[in-house]
């Protein structure tokens, strides 16, 4: 009787151990993770690191006609461009025809419809200067620039 008491005490340390043992080789594999999920990040961003700086566009249908505002963008590479819908429906669309530079450019963006709808870019792209426009109002005007500094 006593005998089987202390086995059973023993077996209760045994488990402890393992179970320290295994919070022991846990912490290598959490930090594992966290380096693959920042390495599969920056797959997704091309190896572009994200600056946190955000460069602000307004999309308009008004009197004055069809328009981002302003038209003219300047970005650093990992800065993001936020297109905000204020009036209208409209889209923002790269078009590879009309830029020299045509490698990793975004596809067409979905329309945007709701007021204060937002499309956010990350800018990928390599150093150079971009053309896009907005593709239902394109031929009224629609159009804009994005110089790309890689800093
Ligand atoms: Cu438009």
Redesign the pocket.
Known sequence: MKSGMNGALRIAALFSMLAAAACKTEQPKTSEGKEGAEKTEEAATGGVKPTGDTVNVE?Y?DASG?YFKPNELEAKRGDVVRFTMKV????VHFLPDSNTIKTGLPPASDLLQLPDQTYDLLVTLQEGKYYFQ?D??AALG?KGHLKVEDK
């Open positions: 999309l249908s069809n209208g429906v409209h889209n907005c239902p109002h629609m």
